[in-house]
């Protein structure tokens, strides 16, 4: 069937904004490569980057980003309020994005170049009402995320796009196409799990102990949730900065291995991540980073 001269004409149209908007993105990311500037997305992601009813920002990640920004001062760094898909999405468009405290995902690795750990991330917990997975726990205590999965009575709320460690990762990957698999889209985190979960529309959610208890706690529901140690969770995670791949990225980040390198050194990224975690939790924190990242500290050390 033969186009109209009018649909014709529609589509150059629409083919030439396309072409417009295209090119605009290309100008902005090239202007802002080109004056040296860094890119720090955050969204609310208590206790690792709050956000006051203000604007002001505080938290582990926040201090990291500042840690960072001193240290190159050669750049203009600019935040932006934007959530992990967005940023993913504006990377991969070749903005000049840095990302504080990613794990490592395949997906992520081809858009993203990856600095040296600069912190650690706990073995995650699932957090869910009080008693409810009581039939779940095995001997020490623990829930195996793959038995929850398969209980089609328990719906599982999974924020899309997030990352809880390769190994945790996998097993919700082969399990995704469940019906008790709910998708979360709304990126405010662990404010949206918890409302499904008080409501149950969901039974169950993944995170790090810290943020569990930082939300717990902020909310008063310690008395009503409990979190569980997931039993294919054992390891501690590392969690880098990662920036837009490119000759930039390989750039920058080549800078902020170096500051990572001096503030293993000196102990301030320990100081920084130590504090995040609830006291109870310290025990735990120092034996993995003296097993985990002493050593990297070590061979900076070496290396210098």
Not at 237 to 247: D, W
Request: with cysteine; proline share 5%; charged share 25%.
């Amino acid at each position: 069937m033969l186009m109209s001269r009018r649909h014709i004409a529609g589509l150059c149209v629409s083919l030439l904004l396309l072409a417009a908007c295209v090119l605009a993105v290309q100008v902005r990311t090239a202007a802002a490569q080109e004056s040296g500037t860094v890119v720090w997305p955050y969204f609310s992601f208590p206790p690792h980057v709050i956000v006051e009813p203000d604007g002001t920002l505080s938290g582990a990640s926040v201090e990291l980003q500042r840690l960072m920004a001193k240290a190159l001062p050669e750049y203009r760094h600019e935040r932006i309020n934007s959530p992990v898909n967005r940023s993913m999405m504006a990377a991969q468009e070749g903005q000049p994005y840095c990302l504080t405290g990613l794990l490592k995902r395949p997906d992520r690795e081809r858009i993203l170049s990856y600095s040296l750990p600069c912190r650690l991330v706990p073995p995650q917990v699932a957090v869910t009402v009080q008693g409810l997975l009581d039939a779940h726990k095995n001997a020490d205590g623990q829930v195996s995320m793959k038995s929850l999965l398969q209980d089609g009575r328990l719906t599982y709320g999974h924020i899309k796009g997030f990352s809880h460690g390769q190994t945790l990762d996998r097993i919700i990957e082969e399990n995704y196409w469940r019906e008790n698999v709910f998708e979360i889209l709304d990126m405010k985190t662990l404010g949206r799990q918890l409302e499904l979960l008080l409501s149950g529309r969901i039974q169950y959610f993944i995170t790090t102990p810290e943020q569990a208890w930082y939300a717990l706690r902020e909310q008063r529901l310690f008395d009503h949730l409990e979190m569980i140690r997931v039993a294919e969770a054992q390891e501690w995670n590392f969690g880098y900065i990662a920036c837009t791949q490119g000759e930039w990225g390989r750039e920058v980040v080549g800078k902020i291995n170096a500051a990572i390198r001096r503030s293993l050194r000196n102990g301030e990224l320990k100081r920084i991540y130590r504090r995040n975690l609830p006291a109870q939790m310290w025990p735990e924190f120092d034996a993995a980073w003296e097993r985990m990242m002493t050593p990297i500290a070590e061979e900076a050390e070496a290396a210098d």
